[in-house]
């Protein structure tokens, strides 16, 4: 059964900072990895996929890293911005087809403050 | 705009009565999802369509109750059989094959007086 880690769950830095975070899973024989993010009492916004045969993908000011044989991904987030304060949950998909069993991880509350 | 709207955004149930919640795509996504959110408990699957006429029970189907008669559309029934039904419904998209990004409509918190 895939289990899906993110670390830390909550998370508080000043405006401008670089900050990572960490998704980490059990069964390395994944299809693919989304990040996603989501505001209070809203629905989850997709940021980033991952194919299991990419190694990161960026878009802006994120970049996400994927490493199987470890059981890992990192979202980076630079120059932070209180913008950016929001939950941010990684999911990764198994089955070897776009349509496998997607398992979510807890999320990360990251708040930025100026 | 093309995406997913879910409603109502909220919705307040007495004990014994079922609800429904709609969820509609205008992204032409084969593939549909219902998600459960609960504090503490991250995103649990109850039902998927991955076509018109077909669905299949996700973690927690026990209560619920879909039907997939449009390519669009896919309603969620709450029924006074699910035990603790207070919780924010999340309905998501895929299109078939293109590495099966996932996307999410604003939810529909349930509220059970």
């Known amino acids: 059964k895939q289990e899906v880690t993110q670390i830390p769950a909550a998370l508080s830095v000043p405006e401008g900072e670089n900050l990572v975070l960490n998704c980490s899973f059990t069964?390395?024989?994944?299809?693919?990895l989304q990040w996603f993010r989501q505001d209070p009492g809203k629905g989850l916004t997709s940021l980033l996929l991952i194919q299991s045969s990419q190694r990161e993908q960026t878009s802006g000011r994120l970049n996400a890293s994927l490493d199987k044989s470890s059981g890992r991904s990192t979202l980076y987030i630079a120059a932070s911005q209180p913008g950016d304060s929001a939950t941010y949950l990684c999911?990764?998909?198994?089955?070897?087809?776009?349509?496998?069993?997607?398992?979510f991880g807890q999320g990360t509350i990251l708040t930025v403050h100026p | 705009d093309g995406g997913i709207t879910q409603s109502p955004k909220y919705l307040f149930r007495k004990e014994g009565q079922n609800v429904t919640l709609s969820c509609e795509q205008n992204?032409?996504?084969?593939?549909m999802y219902w998600y459960r959110q609960d504090p503490g408990q991250g995103l649990r699957l109850i039902y998927y369509?991955?076509?018109?006429?077909?669905?299949q029970k996700g973690d927690i189907a026990e209560g619920y109750s879909v039907s997939r008669e449009k390519k669009e559309s896919f309603p969620l029934t709450v029924t006074s059989a699910q035990k603790n039904p207070t919780a924010f419904y999340l309905c998501?998209?895929?299109?078939?094959?293109?590495?099966?990004?996932?996307?999410f409509g604003e939810g529909s918190r349930l509220t059970v007086l």
């Open positions: 369509s991955q076509i018109v006429n077909d669905f």
């Open positions: 992204l032409n996504h084969d593939a």
């Open positions: 999911a990764v998909r198994t089955g070897g087809t776009s349509y496998g069993k997607l398992t």
């Open positions: 069964d390395s024989a994944i299809y693919n």
């Open positions: 998501a998209s895929s299109i078939a094959g293109g590495g099966g990004e996932l996307f």
